[in-house]
């Protein structure tokens, strides 16, 4: 009896400190992604899965930083390799984890890279799982900026698809879905409400504003766009197009000046 107590004891505190470590690794891979530390944070989740296989939070991770780290390399198929990555870990980590929010919003956002590197078709054929996990997640968290940016970004793209692809979207969905701009600029303005702070809410409304003509309006997001604090390669990128469109210098070669 003493062995046994002895071994379930050990079992258990082995138990807490893999929990511990694990808790541990996600929150300095947090850390590391809010500053924009991309590569860092992913090494770090990749020593947590090599301890911790198949776990939700992990992949969750895992996925939105592969989604982000294509922003960061130029290689086209190392891009592809990682758009794809972040799919499967997307999926794996919403059948870990189905009541979390940003697991489906996260998962949305990679099949939208994923989109940039297969064919129209195929491109309409993701949209739909894009459509149904961003609403997903948003029916978990109705206060997800980054729900409201996907589903901004569908909206717009399925609103402006052309005659032949409209086709394919009707057959695709069944029906043709409920899309509009002025959906998509509702989405926008609400992801902006919620965080007023990301680059990437301005960048991508501003981006949508001049598709509709609506070129002052485009202008002031852009000039937001360059008065933000950026946090990563895609900000900074964000910034360098927001320089071009109101021709100036970007923020950080300006300092350099």
């Not at 911790?52 to 198929?77: H, M, T, W």
């Not at 946090?231 to 320089?243: F, G």
């Amino acid at each position: 009896m003493k062995k046994i107590g002895l071994v379930t004891v050990v079992f258990l505190s082995t138990r807490f400190l893999f929990a511990e470590d694990l808790a541990s690794s996600l929150e300095r891979a947090d850390k590391l992604e809010l500053q924009g530390e991309t590569e860092s944070a992913i090494r770090v989740l990749k020593e947590a899965d090599a301890s911790s296989p198949d776990n939700g939070q992990v992949e969750k991770r895992l996925s939105r930083l592969y989604a982000r780290r294509i922003q960061e390399i130029s290689d086209q198929a190392e891009k592809k390799t990682d758009a794809t990555l972040a799919v499967e870990l997307g999926k794996k980590a919403v059948a870990q984890l189905p009541n979390d929010s940003q697991a489906h919003v996260g998962l949305a956002a990679a099949y939208g890279q994923l989109c940039w590197f297969v064919d129209e078709r195929t491109r309409v054929e993701y949209s739909k799982s894009i459509y149904q996990e961003a609403n997903k997640g948003l029916a978990l968290d109705p206060n997800s900026d980054y729900g409201h940016l996907v589903l901004a970004r569908w909206n717009f793209e399925m609103a402006t698809l052309n005659p032949v692809l409209k086709g394919v979207a009707e057959f695709v969905y069944g029906q043709f879905p409920p899309a509009s701009t002025q959906a998509a600029i509702a989405n926008f303005k609400e992801a902006i409400a919620l965080a007023p702070e990301r680059v990437i809410h301005h960048a991508e409304y501003a981006k949508a504003l001049e598709a509709l003509g609506e070129k002052e309006k485009a202008r002031e997001e852009w000039t937001k766009v360059t008065e933000l604090k950026p946090v990563d390669a895609q900000d900074r990128l964000y910034q360098r197009i927001a320089a071009e469109h109101l021709h100036q210098k970007a923020p950080g070669e300006a300092a350099r000046s």
